[in-house]
């Protein structure tokens, strides 16, 4: 099955390949056979890209889909009433058929904003099924996902053993492992969402590195703690000891991390992802794209928390941006010297990061992440008609500046439309019943845990 999209205002994000004020992207399948200026194929379908702009599909490179169903409830909310409250209390009462419909609900939202691949950071569950269920999901909506398995992190009753020591499930891992993610040739793939070195004791982060090496699975930590407030501290230098720190980790956050231990993370080949949105809202200590770029890394981006933050990544990008390009518009000011004489951040480097950047930190830059011959067809069409995108100039620039999830026109996923004409393609009456049923899920998760709704 041959698709062209034709005549678009193409961005491929691969400098080898470059741009194209008008261009054409053949698909063959779920693989992406050439972009050029001009293409003759015998396609099986068309797609008009004119007044498009086209792109790579987008990369959240860290969301926990199951919150999906308590958007916004948390935006007054410090950090420590999110772990009290979301870990402590809501996130222990969801069954999986909870995290099923949030899961889908919430995968539909990021590919109606343009993103086909999704880390999802499940770190509520307490079963094998709760796990299955979350795939589920990922797969019904048909978008591209590292399916992340975490544990939940309940406040420790009397005599149980706290969260912080216990080993990951390494027996659900490995159930899943011989069972749906067998392969790993398939759109959703597995990953181990483990507490890492600032929620776990010295013996559990071992353990935890150690499994997922085992496994041949992706690991991914949170690193968002104050140094007082580490369970272990010597951090990611332990696992960098035992020979366990490489590209096939992901750390997400990093703000309180001293320079020699970004740095050793960084030079590791360990990836670091940014969700700026969360950081800035819970946090005194600054985002850290900066910092890795300096050290040589690359960033990616993700929005973390639909409870606290917003989930748009196109929002998340441009926070990040301007809040990178603001350290260094003040850093520079301090010293007494005159207005910085480039823009600290290009437009293209903030759109690396959710899309190259995260690609490279799912470990799929080889599939995904721009628009290159023998990729994944992950792309995505902007419409550039759209009042608040025209007239378009410069397509990296409107896109980072401007673009926004409704200007999402269309989508494909492994060569699959998944939304055109502004429209997701999936059933609109299932999705209707499935946000019926979302809605009744928050409302039970939220009369159980006895939270009363505080003033905005
Ligand atoms: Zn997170």
Redesign the pocket.
Known sequence: MKKLIKGGRVVSMDAAIGDFVRGDVLIEDDRIVAVAAHIEADADEVHDATDMIVLPGLVNA?L?TWQTGLRSIGAGWTGPDYHRLMHGNMGTRFNAEDNYVATLVGALEQLNGGVTTLFD?CHNLTSLEMAERSVDGLEESGIRAVFGHGTAKPLAADGDLPFTHRPHARERLEALRKGRFASDDRRVTLAAAILGPQFSTPEVTEHDFRMARDLGLLSSS?AARRPQDRVSAKGYFIPAERGLLDHSHNV?HGNYLTDEELKLVVESGASITV?SLIELHVHPADPVTGRVSALGGLPSLGV??IPAANSDLFTEMRVAMLFQRALEHRANYRKGNGPLETLPVRSREALEWITIGGARALGLEHLIGSLTPGKKADIILIGMKALNLFPVHDPVHTVVQQANAFNVDTVFVNGDLIKRNGSLLFDANTLRKRQAELEISAARIIRESGYQLAAA
Do not use: A, G, K
């Open positions: 860290h926990h950071w949170h997400v969700t973390d928390s």
